[in-house]
C-alpha cells in the first residue's frame, strides 16, 4: 500500500527541512520526500494544503495502566487515545501492576501492543524491584527484551546510593535513567504547591525545594558517574535553571516538560477541583515562564504528558484523597499548538521537534524523522483548526483533565502509523 | 439584604456588608437566648443535618443549640457511627443524605475543601463548620461578635494572633473577617509554623511575643496540638511555652483594656496560663455564649430570611 502526502508544510527539524513538499510512504517506510511526486505513483493521496506533515510524535511518559488497572486505561484504549491525539509512539511507565520489573511483564506489554495498539509502545522498566527503591531491578533482562529507559517514576528513589548504582549500570546499555524529582520528606505528603495558594487553600503544599534538592543530586550523580540522566516533568524554576547550567558543564542531562505545567498555575486549585492535582504540582507564573523559556531555548528536550488515567469515581472525592495525575494525550498536541505556538513563543519548527526529535533523542529511538527509509510514522497537524476540548469524546478510558471546555487553536489530524493511517480527521 | 450565596463555605468569599448582616442579625438572636423560653419556631419544619467526619463536642453541641432555638429537626452523623469507617465515599454519604432532603448540612471535616466539594453535589445549603486547616466561618464570626461586643467597633482595631498559624482553620477565617472590616492583623509564632506568604493576606507576621502584643487591642491564642511536638515543627512544649505562652507579664504589654480570645479548647501552661485563661480580660466563655446566637443568624440567614430576626416569631412556619 503507498501513501502519497500531497502539497503538505513538511517540517523535518533533525533535517532541517521545512517547506511544501511531498511525501510518499512505501511498505511502512518513507521512501520518497520530493517537490510534485505524480498521484500515479500511489494508491491513495490526501491533499495536505494548508497543514503541517511532521516526523510522527512520540510521548515518551504515559501510564497505561495495563497491566493491573485496565478499568482506567488499556493498552488498546491509551493507544487509541494516542493516535487521536497525534502521537505515533509512547513510552509507557513501569508502576502497572504486577510492576513492569521483570522481562515477563515487559513481554506482556509488547505482545498487548503489538495485537491491540495503534501506536508503537515502548515500555520503560522499573529501576528498582517492585518500585520500592531498594534492589535494582534486572536492567540487563528488560533491555534485552524491548525496555528503553528505566525508572521508578510515582516512587521518588530516595537513596542517593541506589541512584547512583542505577546511573553507573544503565552506562552498559545506553539507556536514560528516568528520574521523577521529589526528596519525600521535603514533600511531606503535600497535595499541591506550596505557597500563597497553599496557605490561602489550608492544603498541605510540596515545596519546589523537594524537585530541585533530588534534581541536583542527580545532576551530580549524572556528573560522577557519566550515566544518562533523564529529568521527567520539570516543574520549577529553579529545576530549569539547574538543567541548564547541567547542559552547560557537559553533563548528559535531558529533561522534559508536560503542558499542565507550561499552560497553568497554582492558582488553578481554588476550588478543590481534583482534575488540578497532579506531581509534581502546578506551581507559579514563575515556574510556569521559567518552563515556556526552558522550551523556547532549548534546556528542554521533549514535551510530555505524563498521561495518568484515574477513575471518574477515584477523582470525585475531597483534594486529599484524590490521586495524582491527569490524562494527556488527547490534549497534548492542541496545548502547545495554543500555548506554544500560537503565542508565538517558538518557531514551528522548534514545536515539531519538541514532539519528535526531541523525545526521540532522549530514549534513542531511531524514530522522530522523515528521511528517505525511516518507519512511516507521521503527524499531520493545522495550526487554524479550532477545537474545544470535550472530555466525553476521548479515546481515553478516564476523562480526568482540567481543560475541559478550554478552547484550543491548532489541532492534530491525521496519525500515521508505519504507513497505516491509525487515526484521521481530514 | 440577604446573604448572595445559599452556602456558608468560607468568609473570603462573603462581602464586608454580608458580614455585619450576619453580626446584626445575631444580635437579635442573642436576645432569645437570654429569655426564659429560649426557642422560637423560625425554622420548624425545616431539618439540618449535622455532619461531622471530625471530634468536636464544642462547635457541633453550640450549632445543635442553634438548630433548637430555632425549632429546627436536626440529624446528628459523626464519622465514627457512618458508614465512612465501612469505606463508604463522602460523596456517598451525601448522596444518601441529600436523599432525605434536609435543607442544610452542617459539616466538619478533616481536610480542606470538602465542603467547596460537597456543594457542588448537594442541593442543601452547606455551612463549613471547619474544614481541615482552611476556613471556620462561624468560629471567625463569633469572635468578630464578641469583639464588637467588647470593643464596640472592629475597625482600626489591633489584633494579635498567637500559635500554630499554619495548621489553624479559625486564623484564615479571622483574617479574611478582620480584614475585610478594617482591623489590624499580626501573627505571631514560631517560624515552623508560619504558612509561606502569609503576609500577602494583609497581614504583619513577627515570631516575636513583645512586638505582636504591643499596643494590642485583642489578643487571640490558637490552640497547640500536643502531638506535633517531636516532629520538627517545635522542639518541646516547655519550650514553646517560654516563647509563645500567654503570661500576665505579656499581656501587660498590651493595651490596658486589652481583651484575651481562645477558640478552645485551652491547654492551661502551653500557649495559656490559667491566671489569664480565667482572668478579668478573658472573653473565652463569651465566646462560648456568642456562638448559639451567630449560628441561629447564619442557619436564618441562608434559610433566605431577610435578618430582621425580630419579625421572625411573627412567621411561623418559616
Known amino acids: 500500500m503507498r501513501i502519497l502526502l ?17 511525501v510518499l510512504i512505501e511498505d511502512g517506510k518513507i521512501s520518497a520526500v520530493a517537490v510534485n511526486i505524480p498521484k500515479s505513483a500511489a494508491e491513495s493521496t490526501y491533499d495536505l494544503a494548508g497543514l503541517i506533515v511532521a516526523p510522527g510524535f512520540i510521548d515518551i511518559h504515559v501510564h497505561l495502566r495495563e497491566p ?14 494516542a493516535a487521536a491525539g497525534g502521537f505515533t509512539s509512547v513510552a509507557c511507565m513501569a508502576n502497572t501492576s504486577p510492576v513492569n520489573d521483570n522481562q515477563s511483564v515487559t513481554d506482556f506489554i509488547l505482545a498487548q501492543a503489538r495485537e ?56 552498559m546499555f545506553d539507556i536514560p535513567v528516568i528520574a521523577h524529582e521529589e526528596e519525600p520528606s521535603l514533600a511531606n505528603g503535600g497535595v499541591m504547591n506550596e505557597g500563597f495558594v497553599s496557605t490561602l487553600l489550608g492544603l498541605r503544599g510540596m515545596h519546589a525545594a ?15 558517574t557519566g550515566g544518562r540522566l533523564h529529568l521527567a516533568h520539570i516543574s520549577t524554576a529553579a529545576t530549569v535553571e539547574l538543567v541548564r547550567t547541567a547542559k552547560s558543564r557537559g553533563v548528559r542531562v535531558t529533561a522534559e516538560a508536560t503542558p499542565h505545567h507550561f499552560t497553568l498555575t497554582d492558582e488553578s486549585v481554588k476550588g478543590y477541583d481534583t482534575n488540578t492535582k497532579m506531581k509534581p504540582p502546578l506551581r507559579t507564573a514563575a515556574d510556569r515562564d521559567a518552563i515556556l523559556e526552558g522550551l523556547r531555548d532549548g534546556t528542554i528536550d521533549a514535551v510530555a504528558s505524563d498521561h495518568a488515567p484515574h477513575c471518574q469515581d477515584e477523582k470525585d472525592v475531597e483534594y486529599d484523597t484524590a490521586p495524582f495525575g491527569i490524562v494527556g494525550l488527547e490534549t497534548s498536541v492542541a496545548l502547545g499548538l495554543e500555548h506554544l505556538v500560537a503565542t508565538n513563543l517558538l518557531p514551528l519548527k522548534r514545536f515539531v521537534e519538541l514532539y519528535s526529535s526531541g523525545p526521540a533523542r532522549v530514549l534513542g529511538l531511531m524514530k522522530g524523522t522523515l528521511a528517505v527509509g525511516a518507519d512511516a510514522d507521521v503527524t499531520v497537524f493545522s495550526v487554524k483548526k479550532e477545537t474545544t476540548v470535550d472530555p466525553a469524546r476521548f479515546r481515553s478510558r478516564s476523562r480526568n483533565t482540567p481543560f475541559a471546555g478550554m478552547k484550543l487553536r491548532g489541532a492534530p489530524l491525521m496519525t500515521i502509523v508505519g504507513g497505516k493511517v491509525v487515526h484521521g480527521a481530514l | 439584604m440577604r446573604l448572595k450565596s445559599r452556602h456558608l463555605l468560607g468568609i473570603e468569599s462573603l462581602t464586608p456588608e ?15 437566648s437570654r429569655r426564659e423560653i429560649k426557642k422560637v419556631p423560625t425554622l420548624r419544619g425545616r431539618t439540618v443535618v449535622n455532619l461531622f467526619m471530625e471530634p468536636s463536642t464544642r462547635t457541633r453541641t453550640s450549632f445543635e443549640l442553634a438548630e433548637k432555638r430555632l425549632s429546627a429537626d436536626s440529624l446528628n452523623f459523626s464519622a465514627s457511627s457512618s458508614s465512612l469507617v465501612k469505606g463508604e465515599t463522602l460523596i456517598d454519604t451525601a448522596r444518601n443524605i441529600e436523599a432525605m432532603a434536609p435543607d442544610f448540612i452542617v459539616m466538619r471535616h478533616q481536610m480542606s475543601g470538602a465542603p467547596h466539594f460537597l456543594a457542588r453535589y448537594c442541593r442543601s445549603s452547606i455551612i463549613n463548620a471547619g474544614d481541615g486547616s482552611h476556613e471556620h466561618p462561624t468560629q471567625a464570626l463569633l469572635d468578630a461578635y464578641t469583639i464588637r461586643q467588647k470593643k464596640k467597633a472592629i475597625a482600626g482595631l489591633k489584633v494579635a494572633i498567637i500559635g500554630d498559624i499554619l495548621h489553624s482553620r479559625v486564623v484564615r477565617s479571622n483574617i479574611f473577617l478582620l480584614r475585610k472590616l478594617g482591623a489590624e492583623v499580626i501573627l505571631a509564632g514560631p517560624p515552623t509554623l508560619m ?15 513583645a512586638e505582636a502584643l504591643d499596643g494590642a487591642d485583642v489578643i487571640m491564642m490558637l490552640r497547640i496540638q500536643m502531638e506535633r511536638q517531636g516532629k520538627g515543627y517545635f522542639p518541646s512544649v516547655r519550650e514553646y511555652y517560654n516563647l509563645f505562652g500567654l503570661t500576665e507579664e505579656r499581656v501587660a504589654l498590651a493595651k490596658r483594656d486589652a481583651i484575651i480570645m481562645h477558640p478552645g479548647p485551652i491547654n492551661r501552661g502551653v500557649e495559656i496560663e490559667s491566671k489569664v485563661a480565667d482572668g478579668a480580660y478573658s472573653v473565652i466563655l463569651d465566646q462560648v455564649t456568642n456562638g448559639v446566637a451567630v449560628r441561629m443568624a447564619v442557619l436564618y440567614l441562608l434559610a433566605g430570611e431577610t435578618g430582621d430576626a425580630d419579625s421572625a416569631e411573627e412567621r411561623p412556619g418559616h
Open chain 2, 195 to 209: 504558612p509561606l506568604e502569609v503576609a500577602r493576606l494583609g497581614v504583619k507576621v513577627t515570631h516575636s511575643m
Open chain 1, 210 to 224: 523537594a524537585e530541585e534538592a533530588m534534581a541536583y543530586r542527580d545532576i551530580r550523580l549524572a556528573e560522577v
Open chain 2, 18 to 32: 454580608e458580614i455585619v448582616l450576619i453580626l446584626d442579625t445575631a444580635e437579635s438572636f442573642a436576645e432569645i
Open chain 1, 116 to 171: 491491540k495498539s495503534p501506536v508503537n509502545v515502548f515500555p520503560i522498566g522499573a529501576l528498582s524491584k517492585g518500585l520500592k527503591g531498594e534492589q535494582l531491578s534486572e536492567i540487563g533482562d528488560l533491555v534485552h527484551r524491548g525496555a528503553v529507559a528505566i525508572s521508578d517514576d510515582g516512587e521518588p528513589v530516595a537513596s542517593g546510593f541506589l541512584m547512583r548504582k542505577a546511573l553507573e549500570y544503565a552506562r
Open chain 1, 6 to 22: 500531497k502539497n503538505g508544510r513538511v517540517i523535518d527539524p533533525g533535517r532541517g527541512v521545512d517547506e511544501t513538499l511531498d
Open chain 1, 68 to 81: 493491573g488497572r485496565e478499568d482506567k486505561e488499556t493498552i488498546e484504549s491509551g493507544g487509541r487515545a
